[in-house]
Each structure stands twice: as structure tokens, then as C-alpha cells.
């Protein structure tokens, strides 16, 4: 319906705190599978490697940050990022990038949307429009998918997603 923000505008505390458990689970699976992930084999989806596919969430420097998210919510900037580009600069410039290294970006990440559910401007800026992979859609939408992010990443790792994890998903 018009207006119809789903969990992001009724029930956004316990949406947040799901996609801090979220980035729990994911970071955990990361590191249980530490020993025999092979970053440079063969991911899941087609021309990408593992690493590849593990870099594309988490908060890395000239991403699609929640800062930056959260700035286009605020100036009514509906205009859809260009994911495919963005992404590509991150493969490209972490193309080298360790486990070690990949977990911090997904460290921070979480960080960053405790600080953001913690900063008291979550409720009003969570129904605020922005642009998005699926179109214009409220930021807290747009947050809640990292969930689903998340979950795809690690399945085209081919690291087992954690029941938790895979929950949230759906029902972010």
C-alpha cells in the first residue's frame, strides 16, 4: 500500500537487531569455514571467484556505504547507484584482498548499523526514500537487505549459511 513501509516502519528495532544477528551468523560461517575457503577458487556464480563474491557486501572505502545511503535518504535522492560499477571498482581494487581483511569490511558494516540504530535517526530515516537495486524503496528496506546479501554471498562462496541467517533473509 502507499506509504507501507513493511518491518522498516513497524517493527524497524527488531529489524535492526535481525541484521546485526544477521551479520553475526555471516561473520561466524566466515570464519568457521577460515581453514578451507579458497579464495581464489571458483565461486557459484559464473565468472567469479570466491573472493569476488564475498567482496560484494560489507562497507569498503568508495562503496555503497550506509553513510552514504543514509545522506541520499536524507536529500531525497532517489536516483539508483550504480551497483554494477561500484562493485567492479571494489573487485578490482581488493582483488588482492585477504580473509582477514574481508571480515573487517564486513565488521564494519555491522558497525555501522548499530551506530545507525543506536544515533535515534533510525526511526525517521528509515521511511525515507532512496534508490536502490530494486528501485525506490525506504532505506530501512534497503538496509534489511543486506540480510539477503549476505546469504547470497556466502552461498556463492559455497559456505553453508546458517539457519539464522537464511531466516532473516526471507523475512527482511
Excluded: C, Y
Excluded at 89 to 104: G, M, P, S, T, V
Excluded at 127 to 149: D, F, M, Q
Amino acid at each position: 500500500a502507499p506509504g507501507d513501509t513493511g518491518r522498516a516502519g513497524s517493527h524497524l528495532d527488531r529489524l535492526l537487531d535481525d541484521i546485526v544477528t544477521g551479520w553475526d551468523n555471516a561473520i561466524a560461517a566466515l570464519d568457521s569455514t577460515r581453514s578451507s575457503l579458497d579464495l581464489d577458487a571458483p565461486s557459484r556464480q559464473r565468472g567469479r571467484t570466491v573472493r569476488e563474491s564475498l567482496l560484494s557486501v560489507g562497507q569498503w572505502p568508495g562503496g555503497d556505504d550506509l553513510t552514504r545511503m543514509r545522506e541520499a535518504a536524507r536529500n531525497a535522492d532517489t536516483s539508483t547507484p550504480p551497483r554494477g560499477l561500484v562493485d567492479a571498482e571494489i573487485r578490482q581494487r581488493f582483488a588482492e584482498a585477504d580473509l582477514d581483511r574481508i571480515r573487517q569490511a564486513w565488521l564494519e558494516a555491522r558497525a555501522a548499523v548499530i551506530d545507525w540504530r543506536d544515533s535515534g535517526d533510525a526511526p525517521t530515516e528509515a521511511a525515507l526514500i532512496v534508490g536502490g537495486p530494486l528501485g525506490k524503496v525506504p532505506l530501512g528496506t534497503l538496509v534489511g537487505a543486506s540480510s539477503v546479501a549476505l546469504d547470497r554471498a556466502l552461498r556463492d562462496a559455497g559456505v553453508e549459511v546458517p539457519a539464522p541467517l537464511a531466516h532473516i533473509a526471507v523475512h527482511s
